[in-house]
C-alpha cells in the first residue's frame, strides 16, 4: 500500500521569496511521483512528474522537484513565487502497476503575500 | 493536449432523488477512467476506478449501490448518485488515462470537477 505524506497544511510566504513544499512517501513497489496545482473550484493541473532518471525534474510555471529515493521525498520547490501562484498543491504517488492506482496527499495551501 | 469535460459543473438536486455526473474524453481515448470525491479543504479520495466495457472497481469504504459507475465507451464514463442525501453534497471530479503504451499514458487529465449540493 502506499502513502502520501504532505508536511504542512498551509505555507505562507511573501512575493519574489523562495518556497520549498514538502511531501514524503510510502510504498512497497515502484512509482511514479507527481505534483498538481489546484485553483479554487478547479480540477488539478499538472506541475511535473518523476517518472524515471535524473531526479531533478521542472515543470511548468517555474516549479521544479527533486527526487530523493533515500529519504523517500519528493519536495516542490520555486526559487521566486508569484500572487498567481496562492493555490492548493498535492503530492501524488501512483504504483508502476496493480492498475496504476493513485494516491494523494493531504494537500498544503500556498498563500502567497504581497 | 488532453481534455477531459464534465458535466454538469454545479447540480442542487433533492434529497431522495438521483443525479448523474458525465465525465468525457474530448480528444484522446479513454481506457480508464478515475473518480474522486473532495470535500472542502481537504484531498481528492479516489472512489472508484472504471475500465471500458467492465465493472468499476470500488475503493474500500464506498458504497456501490449508491454511487452507480458505467463506462460505456472509450470517452464517457458516468456516475450516478442515487438516492442523494446531503452527506453526499461534495465535488466529485473525475480523470481519464489513455491506454497503456500510448504516449503520456501514465498522467491522469483531470476534469473540472461537479460540485454536488443535496438540499
Known amino acids: 500500500a502506499q502513502s502520501v505524506t504532505q508536511l504542512d497544511s498551509q505555507v505562507p510566504v511573501f512575493e519574489e521569496a523562495p518556497v520549498e513544499l514538502r511531501c514524503n512517501y510510502s510504498?512497497?513497489?515502484?512509482?511514479?511521483l507527481f505534483w498538481y496545482v489546484q485553483y479554487p473550484n478547479q480540477g488539478l493541473q499538472l506541475l511535473l512528474k518523476?517518472?524515471?532518471?535524473?531526479?531533478l525534474v521542472k515543470g511548468i510555471n517555474g516549479f521544479e522537484a527533486e527526487f530523493n529515493k533515500s529519504q523517500t521525498s519528493f519536495h516542490l520547490r520555486k526559487p521566486s513565487v508569484h500572487i498567481s501562484d496562492t493555490a492548493e498543491y498535492f503530492c501524488?504517488?501512483?504504483?508502476?502497476?496493480?492498475?496504476?492506482?493513485?494516491?494523494f496527499g493531504a494537500g498544503t495551501r500556498l498563500f502567497v503575500k504581497a | 493536449g488532453a481534455v477531459v469535460s464534465q458535466h454538469p459543473s454545479w447540480v442542487i438536486c433533492k434529497s431522495g432523488t438521483s443525479v448523474k455526473i458525465e465525465c468525457r474524453s474530448l480528444?484522446?481515448?479513454?481506457?480508464?477512467m478515475f473518480w474522486y470525491r473532495q470535500f472542502p479543504k481537504q484531498s481528492l479520495m479516489l472512489m472508484a476506478t472504471?475500465?471500458?466495457?467492465?465493472?468499476?472497481?470500488?475503493e474500500q469504504g464506498v458504497e456501490k449501490d449508491k454511487f452507480l459507475i458505467n463506462h460505456a465507451s472509450l470517452t464517457l464514463s458516468t456516475l450516478t448518485v442515487t438516492s442523494a442525501h446531503p452527506e453526499d453534497s461534495s465535488f466529485y471530479i473525475c480523470?481519464?488515462?489513455?491506454?497503456?503504451?500510448?504516449?503520456?499514458?501514465?498522467?491522469?487529465?483531470f476534469g473540472p470537477g461537479t460540485r454536488l449540493t443535496v438540499t
Open positions: 480523470s481519464a488515462r489513455r491506454p497503456e503504451g500510448e504516449g503520456g499514458w501514465y498522467e491522469q487529465y
Open positions: 510504498s512497497s513497489v515502484s512509482v511514479y
Open positions: 518523476y517518472l524515471s532518471g535524473s531526479t
Open positions: 501524488a504517488v501512483s504504483d508502476r502497476g496493480g492498475g496504476f492506482k493513485t494516491i
Open positions: 480528444d484522446f481515448q479513454a481506457t480508464t
Open positions: 472504471s475500465n471500458e466495457g467492465s465493472k468499476a472497481t470500488y
